[in-house]
């Protein structure tokens, strides 16, 4: 029973997390991790995806009620994403993930760097037409989607970057699209994970409802505080992120 809790308590305060500045899986994956030490890690990683997708979208709701996005831009970037995360999930089964593991903290000072140095996130100034926006924004969605079914840390990040760094939209105007493609390629992911039996369903339902709880609170802070707030805790996390993927890959 205290199971139960401790990981609705985690599940709670990581969609809370996740909604109002991403990486909510650095709260929810180590509780999975220390309740259940002896499953395999990628049971729990499709289990993390399942609870995790549920806070997901409903924040993405929240926000797409703030600053509606534009479902044309949408349609190519949930299909591209999902089909990219089938990929890399099952490319993870047949090529080592250590390589991507070095490169990541790299990757992600790089991101905090290129976001902190400027305004970016903070105007939104559309750089394209409907059409290209559309195309652009699949084709960053799909090498985000990809890397998120082969790996996945800091994937909400990486998807942000891509409609405010690419694009040109504001956080707020990223927020809804970014976490619409995060679910696509989750649900991708998690395809490929339980066709291989790899879920702990009971478990992950139970989270994904204290997760949806704790991303309807992330959101409403988020939105009620503004661009200037997510931007700060866009930064918070990318930092956070580059500490954690560097100790992971060259300190453990």
């Known amino acids: 029973m205290n ?12 969609g809370a997390v996740d909604a109002a500045m991403g ?11 220390a309740v259940f030490p002896g499953v395999a890690p ?3 990683f499709g289990t993390n995806k399942i609870a995790s997708s549920f806070g997901t979208m409903g924040a993405a709701v929240q926000y797409a009620r703030a600053a509606p996005p534009r479902w044309s831009t949408i349609a190519p970037v949930v299909v591209a994403a999902f089909a990219a995360a089938v990929l890399g999930a099952y ?10 593991r070095k490169a990541l903290p790299f990757a992600l000072l790089a991101l905090l760097l290129y976001t902190a140095l400027g305004s970016a996130g903070l105007a939104h100034a559309p750089r394209y037409q409907r059409g290209r926006e559309a195309g652009v924004a699949a084709v960053g969605a799909g090498a985000v989607g990809f890397y998120d079914g082969f ?3 800091g994937a909400g990040a990486f998807y942000k970057i891509v409609f405010v760094r690419t ?7 990223a927020a809804a699209p970014a976490k619409i493609a995060n679910v696509a390629s989750n649900l991708g992911a998690i395809l490929v994970f339980s066709l291989g039996g790899l879920l702990l369903w009971k478990i992950a339902l139970g989270m ?3 997760n949806f709880l704790g991303g309807q609170v992330g959101s409403r802070v988020a939105l009620r505080y503004g661009n200037r ?8 996390l990318v930092t956070v992120l580059v500490a954690m993927t560097f100790r992971d890959a060259y300190l453990t």
Do not use: H, S, Y
């Not at 694009?167 to 105007?173: P, S």
């Open 3 to 14: 199971e139960w809790w401790e990981l609705g308590a985690a599940a709670f305060a990581a």
């Open 23 to 33: 990486g909510g899986g650095m709260l929810q994956i180590p509780a999975l991790f």
């Open 42 to 44: 990628a049971i729990l």
């Open 91 to 100: 490319a993870v089964t047949l090529v080592p993930a250590q390589p991507l």
């Open 151 to 153: 790996f996945g840390p």
């Open 167 to 173: 694009l040109g939209f504001d956080f707020l105007n």
């Open 208 to 210: 994904a409802v204290a």
């Open 229 to 236: 707030f997510i931007r700060r805790a866009f930064l918070t």
